[in-house]
Nanobody, 123 residues
Framework: QVQLVESGGGLVQAGGSLRLSCGAS???????MGWFRQAPGKEREFVAA????????MYADSVKGRFTISRDNAKNTLYLEMNSLKPEDTAVYYC?????????????????WGQGTQVTVSS
């Protein structure tokens, strides 16, 4: 098992930037990782994913070109760099881990979730 803790959320003006972090209690390198978000009254949606090695990633169309997912397995930490933020990016952001993915695959079944961190973008 792995425990995940997100941090780095906050209030930012439109056009601003934030960097989210997700610290893992175990060996992060054994998990494919993803970021998801849930806005009030909406379903949770996929944001970005990264393979165990970090060599592959994928983004939702809504964040492509603005957000960057990365990982530092030595530090057991996942990141989400968010630039050019928009009010519609306001949500609780969650990191998640998939322990069944092969080293070069993206996650498909996320078993472990963090508690989330709030990101609010004002217009």
């Amino acid at each position: 098992q792995v425990q995940l803790v997100e941090s780095g959320g906050g209030l930012v003006q439109a056009g601003g930037s934030l960097r989210l972090s997700c610290g893992a209690s175990g060996r992060l390198g054994t998990y494919a990782m993803g970021w998801f978000r849930q806005a009030p009254g909406k379903e949770r949606e996929f944001v970005a994913a990264i393979s165990r090695s970090g060599g592959r990633n994928m983004y939702a169309d809504s964040v492509k070109g603005r957000f960057t997912i990365s990982r530092d397995n030595a530090k057991n930490t996942l990141y989400l760099e968010m630039n050019s933020l928009k009010p519609e990016d306001t949500a609780v952001y969650y990191c998640a881990a998939d322990g069944a993915a092969s080293p070069f695959s993206l996650g498909t079944s996320y078993d472990y979730w963090g508690q989330g961190t709030q990101v609010t973008v004002s217009s």
